[in-house]
C-alpha cells in the first residue's frame, strides 16, 4: 500500500517524505447553504416553504466554472478546502430519498480538486438547524417530524427568519444568531442530542426523535461516504477526511433556571426571551420581552418589547395530515401541543411553569447537568456514531473533531476515543469586529479568558491599543489549542472558521475603495494564526456570488474574500523597475506594525490617535453628483490575504510570521536531519509581495530556490530551501509597500485596464 499523502503525526501533519504539512485553507463556499435551483439566497420569500422540490446541484459552483475558482484559490495560495455541504443537499426530497444528480456533482468537483492538489475536508454544515430556522443545514421534513410549522415562526419569534422578513434590506446584522437562544432550536438541539432523556413521548416509527434524527443525518452522509469510496480515486488522495457536525448546541440541556437567562448566554441582540418566554410565545401567548442592542462598550438592555402572535402558533395543528413523508407518529405524542406541555415542564391550561429546572439534571439518574456534561455526554456519544460511519468507508480518515463552539473540549485524553487521527478543530470570530462590523483599534476584549474565568471582572479583560489587540488574538487563539492539548491529547489543531466582515464602517470600502480596516483585520487574525502556532486553518469564506448589495447573499453576511463587486490581484509580478507591491492601505496605521513572535504590549500615542486613510484608487467620472465621493473598486484586503507560508517542512516549524508592512516573511525551522535533494523545505512566496526582480533571501545555512510552478496554466511562485540539520532561519523581504502603482487587473478579468483607461482611473 502506497503511503498517505498526508498523515496524521502526533500534533503534526506529515507529507510522504515525513516533511511537516502546513494547512492553509479556505471554506468552500458559503453558498452552499442555499438551493441553486431554484436560487434561493435568505433575502429571497418566493417558493421558500416549498423546501422539497430543491436541488444544490451547481453548488458551490457549476463544474465548467471549476477551473476558475479553483485557480483563483491556488493562486492565492490555499492548499486546504474545508467543503461545505449541508443535510439538505442530500436528503431534501423527503427521508430517504437521496439526490443523486447533487452527490454526482459533488464527485466530480473532488476529481477537479484533486488536479490541483488540495486537501479535502469534508464539511456537514448547518447553522441554527436549518434554513427554515433562519440558518442552514436540515431539511425541511426535519421541521415537520418534530412537529414544529415553520410558517409560524415569524409571529411567534420561534426563529428570526431572513426570507420571512418584513423588509429584509432591513433585518438586523448578526440576529440570525440570536435563534440559538429561541423557541425553535432550543427545541430541535434537545431533541436531536437528548430526546429520549427529556422527551421520552417523542416517539416516531417506533424510535425516538433523538434516534430517528441521528440515524437520517448519519445516514446521508453515510451514503455520500460511501460514494466517493466507490469513485474509487478521491478518498486519501484528495478527501482526507471528515468534520463533525458543524458547531453543536446543547439545546436547553443544563439550563438551571428556564425563566431566567443564563449568565452563559453572551449574545442579546433585538428581543432576548427566557427560554420559558419563548415557549408561550411558540404556543401563541404573548409576551413583553427585554430588547437588547450592541454598542461600542458590548451589549445593553436597550427596553421592552411586546410581542404578541395573536393566537398563531409555531407548533403543527392538531388535524394536520401527518401522512406525507410516510413516518407514524406515537399517539402518546400529540400534535397541536407543546411538547414540553406534555412532558409535565408547565401547564398551559393557566401558563404555569411547573418545572424551572426541568433540563437541569437527568430524570433517572439525578446527574447534574452543564455544557461541559453535555460535551461528554449527548455530544460525544454522537461524534462517536459520526465518526464510526465515516470509517466503515474511509479507515484512514482524519477526523476533523469539532465540540461546541467556545466550551470545553471533551475530556477523551489517553481514553478509548483518543484516535491519533483526530484533529481539534474549533472556531474562532472576533467578536467585537464581527458584530459591530467595524475594526476597532483602540479597544478590544480577551473574551476567552473571560469564558474561562481568568479575570476578577471582565473589566480587566479589556485590551487597550492596537498592539495589544493583535496580541490579545494570537493568545486566545494559542489558549485554545493548548486546551485541547490538555483535554483531547497530542493531535494538531486547525481552526476551520475564521474571518472577518467585510461590510465595515457602513460599506465605506465599497464606496471609495479603501480597505484600510479590513486589511488591518484581517493582518491581525492572521498574526494571530501564525503566532499561536496552530498547525493550519479554514479561512471563512469564499463565495463565488458574493456582491457589494447582498454579501455573502446569507442572513447579511459580508466575510468572503473574493466579490464581484472587487478587483482582484494582478496575475503577474510587477515588471522591471516597478519594485512596489500595490497597496490599498494606511500604512500610518500601527496595524501595520511588524508583526512579532515575542510580546510586544507597548501601547503607543500612535496607537490611539491613527485615522483611517484616503482611498488609493479612483474613478474620476465627468461630474461628481450630490458631492459624494466616487465609488472606485478594491482589493477587498487581499493585500493582508495573500500572504506567504510554509508548505513542507522537513523537520518541524518552530514558527514563522509575516510582517505585512515591511514584506518581511520569517520562518524558524528544528531539523533532526538535513534535507533531501528531492524533498526540501518549501514554502508559498505569493509575487504579489514578492516580486522576483525585488526579493532578498538570508538563510542560517544550506542554499535555496525560488521557482515558477505551473498548474492548470496558473503559475505560483515557491521557494524551496535545502538547509542542515539543528536550529535553522530563513528571512525572505519582498518589496515594501507603499500607495502608488497601478498594476491592472486579473487576467481573469479580462479588458478590466481598458475600462479604467476609458473611465480615466487614476491613483491619488
Known sequence: MSPLRLRVDGATFRDPQNREVTLRGINVAGDAKFPAQPDIPSYISDKFFDGDNVSFVDRPFPVQDAHVHFSRLKRWGYNTIRYVFTWEAIEHAGPGKYDEEWIEHTISLLRLAKSYDFYVFMDPHQDVWSRFTGGSGAPMWTIYAMGLNPEGFAATEAALVHNTYPNPEEYPKMIWATNYTRMACQLIFTLFFAGKVFAPKAIIDGVNIQDYLQNHFLGACEYLARRIHEAGDLENEVVIGWESLNEPNRGLVGYEDISVIPGSQRLQKGTSPTAWQAILLGSGRPCEIDTWDFGNLGPYRSGRALVDPKGEAAWLPADYDDSKYGWHRSPEWKLGECLWAQHGVWDPSNDVLLRKDYFLYHPKTGEKLDYEVFTNTYWLDYYRKHSKMVKRWQPDAIMFCQPPVLEIPPSIKGTEDDDPNIVYAPHFYDGITLIMKKWNRFWNVDVFGVLRGRYLTPAFAIKIGETN????????????????????????????????????????????????????????????????????????????????????????????????????????????????????????????????????????????????????????????????????????????????????????????????????????????????????????????????????????????????????????????????????????????????????????????????????????
Not at 503566532?531 to 453576511?557: M, Q, T
Not at 500601527?590 to 484608487?617: E, G, H, I, M
Not at 525560488?706 to 496554466?713: D, M, Y
Open 469 to 764: 489587540i493583535r496580541n490579545c488574538l494570537r493568545d486566545q487563539l494559542a489558549a485554545m489549542r493548548k486546551e485541547g492539548l490538555d483535554y483531547m491529547g497530542n493531535h494538531p489543531c486547525i481552526f476551520t472558521e475564521i474571518g472577518i466582515p467585510y461590510d465595515m464602517d457602513d460599506r465605506y470600502a465599497y464606496k471609495t475603495g479603501d480597505y484600510s480596516s479590513q486589511i488591518a483585520a484581517m493582518d491581525a487574525n492572521h498574526f494571530a494564526l501564525e503566532g499561536s502556532k496552530v498547525n493550519g486553518f479554514a479561512l471563512w469564506v469564499y463565495v463565488p456570488g458574493n456582491n457589494h448589495k447582498w454579501g455573502d447573499n446569507w442572513n447579511g453576511e459580508d466575510l468572503s474574500i473574493f466579490s464581484v463587486d472587487d478587483r482582484l490581484l494582478p496575475s503577474n509580478s510587477p515588471v522591471a523597475g516597478d519594485n512596489t507591491s500595490k497597496s490599498s492601505v494606511d500604512l500610518a496605521s500601527p496595524t501595520f506594525s511588524r508583526s512579532q513572535s515575542t510580546d510586544a504590549s507597548t501601547v503607543l500615542p500612535a496607537n490611539v490617535k491613527a485615522t483611517l486613510s484616503k482611498p488609493s484608487l479612483k474613478s474620476e467620472p465627468s461630474a461628481v453628483t450630490n458631492g459624494e465621493q466616487p465609488r472606485a473598486p478594491g482589493y477587498r484586503a487581499a493585500e493582508a490575504v495573500v500572504r506567504p507560508s510554509p508548505v513542507f517542512t522537513v523537520g518541524d516549524v518552530r514558527g514563522y510570521s509575516f510582517d505585512l508592512r515591511n514584506c518581511i516573511f520569517q520562518v524558524a525551522v528544528s531539523s533532526t536531519a538535513p534535507t533531501k535533494q528531492d524533498a526540501p523545505t518549501v514554502m508559498f512566496l505569493p509575487e504579489f509581495h514578492f516580486p522576483r526582480n525585488d526579493t532578498q533571501v538570508e538563510v542560517s545555512g544550506g542554499k535555496w530556490s525560488i521557482t515558477l510552478e505551473e498548474t492548470h496554466g496558473t503559475e505560483l511562485q515557491y521557494l524551496s530551501w535545502w538547509h542542515g540539520e539543528g536550529e535553522q532561519t530563513i528571512t525572505v523581504k519582498g518589496a515594501k509597500m507603499r500607495q502608488g502603482l497601478f498594476l491592472g487587473r486579473d487576467d481573469e478579468d479580462d479588458g478590466y485596464l481598458n475600462q479604467c483607461q476609458q473611465s480615466s482611473c487614476s491613483i491619488m
